[in-house]
């Protein structure tokens, strides 16, 4: 079964390819397999960061769960439960402090950064979302974070996804824009408070991390 949506039926004319620059707004843009020259230090921090803290579904304030499972590393982890969504200091399933942010994840987040026109970005803050085939997150906005100057950077491993785009208010229409596997995407200043999401993910196993899709977000969280 086939819909317009559809990963494999999405843009035939966009280039994806590593190396290339797409811009979506005067503040944000794909940096296509930006990540791939850090695979091989990425997926085992990643295997460590979720041996301390393993993914978790958490619950909204509104009663659901979650379809994506979350971790994190860095001084400060997202957390939420039926009180709020909100940053922590120590991990509430274990009372411990986050893992500390590996290096590697720090220079890529900069390097990345830097190619955006983003100069000196230092997160203090990475969350690992690990989506499995239908898992979905709903259009928002990102506003725990005290300073919404400092960019976000993002990036998708695993399996394809396809992205949403939006404005600044919920109703505005967004664009679709496909994520694969070592994209980064970059987005700060004017775009920053942009709704965003990703569509139910498509079962297209990936050769490394075969029925997944981990998205890292770096974040000047304060
Ligand atoms: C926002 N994660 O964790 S990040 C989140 O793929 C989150 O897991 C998504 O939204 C994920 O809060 C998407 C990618 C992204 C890219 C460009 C944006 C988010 C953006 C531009 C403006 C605002
Ligand atoms: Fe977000």
């Given at each position: ?68 499972a ?113 994209d980064?995407?970059?987005?700060g ?34």
């Open positions: 079964m086939t819909s317009p949506f559809d990963v494999a039926t999405l843009d035939l004319f966009r280039d994806t390819s590593p190396g290339q620059h797409e811009s979506l707004g005067p503040a944000a843009c794909v940096l296509r397999g930006h990540a791939l020259p850090w695979m091989e230090a990425l997926l085992p921090a990643i295997e460590r960061i979720a041996a301390a803290a393993p993914f978790r579904q958490l619950t909204t304030p509104g009663g659901g769960l979650m379809s994506v979350l971790t994190g590393c860095g001084s400060l982890g997202w957390t939420s439960d039926e009180y709020g969504y909100r940053y922590s200091r120590l991990n509430p399933e274990s009372g411990k402090p986050w893992p500390a942010m590996p290096d590697a994840f720090t220079e890529l987040a900069r390097d990345a950064a830097a190619a955006a026109g983003f100069a000196d970005f230092t997160p203090n803050a990475c969350l690992i979302n690990r989506y499995r085939p239908g898992s979905r997150m709903g259009l928002h906005q990102d506003k725990n974070e005290r300073d919404t100057q400092a960019p976000i950077v993002s990036v998708s491993l695993g399996m394809p996804a396809v992205f949403l785009f939006g404005g600044f208010k919920r109703s505005d229409p967004a664009a679709r824009v496909p994520l694969y596997h070592g980064v995407a970059v987005w200043g004017a775009d920053r408070m942009r709704y965003h999401g990703v569509m139910p993910l498509q079962d297209f196993p990936h050769p490394r991390l075969q029925r997944q899709r981990l998205n890292l977000t770096f974040r000047w969280v304060a």
